[in-house]
């Protein structure tokens, strides 16, 4: 079973930038598809970005393009989401998920097996 962790949130101000790291442990070898989602207080949890494993290609959700950039360094088994021009409503758990086998799905929860503990982010106006 793979094991993910988050890390790199906080606080941040308006138009700040975050760097979140996911790092991945265990069989990773098998691992197919990143992906971020996040949730905020009193909504569901929404997909972020998502990118595949081996070749990179990257997906974004509206709310993420021209903002934020995934990444991932295979050496590590940890992917990256680099935030810039963060706004209040960014403010939100981001949690980090996998999957181990072929998809399309890159937005849907359910098609993920595993996923991190969260990290907090908040942004202040």
């Known amino acids: 079973q793979v094991q993910l962790v988050e890390s790199g949130g906080g606080l941040v101000q308006a138009g700040g930038s975050l760097r979140l790291s996911c790092a991945a442990s265990?069989?990773?070898?098998?691992?197919?598809?990143m992906g971020w989602f996040r949730q905020a207080p009193g909504k569901s949890r929404e997909f972020v970005a998502g990118?595949?494993?081996?070749?990179?290609?990257?997906y974004y959700a509206d709310l993420a393009k021209g903002r934020f950039t995934l990444s991932r360094d295979n050496a590590k088994n940890t992917v990256y989401l680099q935030m810039n021009s963060l706004k209040p409503e960014d403010t939100a758990v981001y949690y980090c998920?996998?999957?181990?086998?072929?998809?399309?799905?890159?937005?849907?929860?359910?098609?993920?097996?595993?996923w991190g503990q969260g990290t907090q982010v908040i942004v202040s106006s």
């Open positions: 990118i595949r494993w081996s070749g990179g290609s990257t």
């Open positions: 998920a996998g999957r181990s086998r072929f998809t399309s799905l890159v937005s849907i929860q359910s098609a993920y097996d595993y």
């Open positions: 265990g069989p990773t070898f098998s691992t197919y598809l």
